[in-house]
């Protein structure tokens, strides 16, 4: 069964490489670029991935696209700043690929170390599956992908490096609350209550319900900035409806 593995970028010169080194097992690797300033397109280019360029219109659509340009039945999603451990290579090798679908489990680092708490773990998601099974949704962040037939869980790991700094954690956070906000801009206006309350109840969950409070000053950060996400995303709605108001 042939497999294309399909990665969507955006200025990650310093993850592709790791990312792409993990493929070398597949049939071919594609590499949808949304127009990077970095080398990204070149480094892809340079570990013999199919590169497309298109202008960024949120994930789903790129992960889409990327779908659509593969030329083999089975299609593996990876993002750039993971990688296929080397059990789960080993495993996918060897399967029968006698179910549609495979859930794979993500493991994260968080500054170094592998964050088992938070919510972070076990991060199922279906990562490789026949492409006529499924179909991304969603709009500018948050995206889900739709798939229908038989799924089976596999024991390796895909392993996660998304932040390697507490900066680089809560710049993402503000960017997804930007994006949130507009993608959810036609909800009811929220109240102070909720902006003020929920991020209570966030910080709560992750770091006493999951776990956060034994994973050390990194257990704690991650759930402040849970809990700082909840806050910003809200009130970037609120504010922008005062906004449209005006």
């Not at 970095?38 to 790129?62: L, M, N």
């Not at 995206?143 to 037939?149: D, I």
């Not at 209550?193 to 006493?208: A, K, N």
């Amino acid at each position: 069964m042939g497999i294309s593995a399909v990665i969507i970028t955006l200025n990650e010169e310093k993850n592709l490489p790791r990312a792409l080194k993990s493929l070398d097992f597949v049939d071919e690797v594609l590499v949808v670029d949304a127009f990077s300033k970095d080398r990204t397109a070149e480094i892809a280019e340079s570990f013999g991935a199919r590169v497309f360029r298109r202008e960024w219109e949120g994930y789903a659509s790129q992960r889409n696209f990327a779908m659509e340009k593969a030329t083999h039945p089975w299609v593996l999603f990876l993002d750039a700043d993971e990688e296929v451990s080397q059990e789960l290579r080993e495993e996918i090798m060897s399967l029968d690929f006698s179910a549609d679908g495979y859930l794979i489990r993500r493991e994260s680092f968080f500054a170094g170390k592998p964050m088992h708490c938070c919510g972070w773990w076990p991060d199922w998601g279906i990562r490789l599956f026949r492409k006529e099974r499924a179909r991304w949704e969603g709009e500018l962040v948050h995206e889900s992908l739709v798939f229908s037939g038989k799924t089976r869980r596999l024991r390796g790991k895909i392993l996660h490096y998304p932040y390697q700094r507490p900066r680089e954690l809560f710049e993402r956070m503000n960017k997804y609350a930007k994006l949130w906000a507009l993608r959810e801009r036609e909800r009811k206006n929220p109240s102070w209550l909720r902006v003020c309350l929920q991020p209570v109840g966030t910080f709560l969950s992750s770091y006493i319900l999951k776990g956060g409070i034994f994973c050390g000053w990194r257990g704690f950060t991650v759930s402040f900035a849970q809990a700082y996400y909840s806050f910003l995303k809200y009130l970037l709605l609120k504010e922008g409806k005062w906004t449209l108001k005006k």
